[in-house]
């Protein structure tokens, strides 16, 4: 797979997560993907009604405004790729109640593909960055 199909795949995952679409977030992704949020207390989890459990659970925590690409590296069957995120924490996020929040983190990919589809994604999140916005003092935002 070359490094223009692999992108193809990976921006329409994002463009289908950021807006809420979590059927579409996993509908280029194979019958036995495996989608592991490190850190995740479900740990990984296989196949697209699973991995779909997870952006459920996100797009309703979680409004995603931003998220750019800031470094990237391609294999013949594999991608990593460097984001920084810019969100809004209408829920909860790590465990930590946002009350809507907005913060910015860096966030690693490391993309599988199998037969012109995603077949293991592995999300790595600045934690610490995330929680300290969320925990710092001050007003959070009200929801609005």
Avoid: K
């Avoid at 479900?42 to 459920?56: E, K, L, R, S």
């Amino acid at each position: 797979m070359d490094r223009r199909e692999m992108d193809g795949l990976i921006e329409q995952h994002i463009a289908a997560e950021m807006a809420g679409d979590t059927a579409g977030a996993v509908a280029m992704y194979t019958e036995d993907v495996v989608h592991d949020v490190i850190g995740s207390p479900t740990g990984p989890v296989q196949g697209p009604a699973a991995a779909q459990g997870f952006y459920d659970y996100l797009t309703a925590n979680v409004r995603n405004d931003d998220m750019r690409v800031t470094h990237s590296w391609y294999g013949e069957d594999f991608c990593v790729i460097e984001h920084q995120c810019d969100a809004a924490i209408t829920g909860e996020f790590l465990g930590v109640p946002g009350h809507g929040r907005e913060i910015s983190f860096r966030m690693l990919h490391v993309w599988e593909f199998r037969d012109d589809r995603i077949s293991r994604e592995n999300v790595w999140l600045d934690g610490g960055s995330i929680v300290a916005q969320l925990t710092a003092p001050g007003p959070a935002p009200v929801p609005g």
